[in-house]
DNA sequence: TCTGGGGTCCTAGGACCC
DNA sequence: TCTGGGGTCCTAGGACCC
């Protein structure tokens, strides 16, 4: 290190990075064909050979395997219109976002706007798959990286070489880089002095952009955006903001701390305070254990307990396995196991117990689950059922010795039946 | 024919203990 | 008998995020 370079002090320097419309790109490399057309994710149940099925009807005297799925004419895919079901939209392309088409929407709802749209299901496999090759990637040039979900991460950028070189532009763009030279896709990045204003940064310049923040970009840059864009507001804080006639970062800002301690309480509204004068202290955390785990699922058709009680029972036997069988592979037990419904009327219960010993057994969780839902009220239809296990501890090589004697007995012959609702 | 699935964190009351 | 804390754990719901 020169001695001009040691009299210069390390100016905290965070980047946000979010891939551009992860999962639509991710579907492009498999689906050239599809690039620049209306094009809806969601919905439908994954079924592999669907697509495939579909081509060779309509295009045979040829072979189709999945090595030609490039070759796939765009009348073979599935359309909007076509689709009957439940189900919401998880990644519409901009193609199709010009209709008025959005993530979130009913996909039948969808279907009315833009029913040309190709409708393809959700491949997290896929997704996930590409998740880890990207963050592998950034973790190679710099390796404190937080992950938060499949297409975004934040990265200290403070000790990382060349992180401080034009507030670290020349950073973001190496990395933007060679994730495109890895796997063909393209991300945003903003470098900003904390991760609060690096996450609102990474959105101004899409796709494929870098914006550099610093502290004097505070008032220029972010007090004119809407409130809604502080990752921690949602629609009902913001409702409550505009009704005392706040809507922007600079109009929140403007606003004493007890004013908003008053009106948000203790923590949120001190916390509001912060955010709207850019501060934040949180570290780029590399390392994180998981608080629960849990499966859930929106039925095709509304259930009731005691009509479609042996259909439900069977749907809660498997979340629980799945459950077990997720805590197994990833090396956890839990100790507090509890139930979601969610009935017709989108009202949400939920109920837990916590045990004596930590478990990941699918019977045992099935068990507990089971007594948590005798405390629910069951008279109204249900549409979703969930199983969860929190309180988790990390299982070691000699895990076993914390599985309750029950998961260790043998099953009995009584249990292999399909087990009572409660 | 609206409205997925998998998470985290916070709040608030009650039980229970010191 | 009454009064007063603090701390932790448990449970239910809700806001928010990806």
Redesign the pocket.
Known sequence: MTDAAAAQPLIRRTAHLDMDAFYASVECLRYPQLKGLPMVIGGARRSEDDLLERVRRARPGREWTARHLAEIPVDCFARLKDY?G???I?TATYAARQFGVG??M????A??LCPQAILLPVDFDEYRRFSRLFKAVIADIAPVMED?????VYIDFTHVPGGQRAGGRALARLIQKSIFEATGLSCSIGVAPNKLLA?MASEFNKPNGISILYEADLQPRIWPLPCRK?????????ARLQSHGIRTIGELAARDEAWLVAHF????GAWLHAAAWGRDERPVVTE?E?????????FERDLHAVHDRAELGAIFTRLAE?VAA?LQRKGYAG??I?IKLRYD??????????VADYTQDARRIRQVAGQ?LK?VPLDKRL??L?V?V??LVRLGADGGLLLPAAAQAPAASAADREPELF
């Open positions: 009957t439940r189900g919401v998880t993530s979130a009913g996909l039948m709802k279907a009315r938060r979900g499949v297409d975004e996450k502080i990752n921690g507001i949602g629609p009902k804080a913001d309480g203790k923590s949120y994180s998981p608080v629960s785990m849990s499966r859930e699922t929106t799945r997720d100790k507090t509890g009327d989108f009202r949400i219960a939920t109920r837990d117990a916590t948590c405390r549409r979703l969930g969860r929190g309180n």
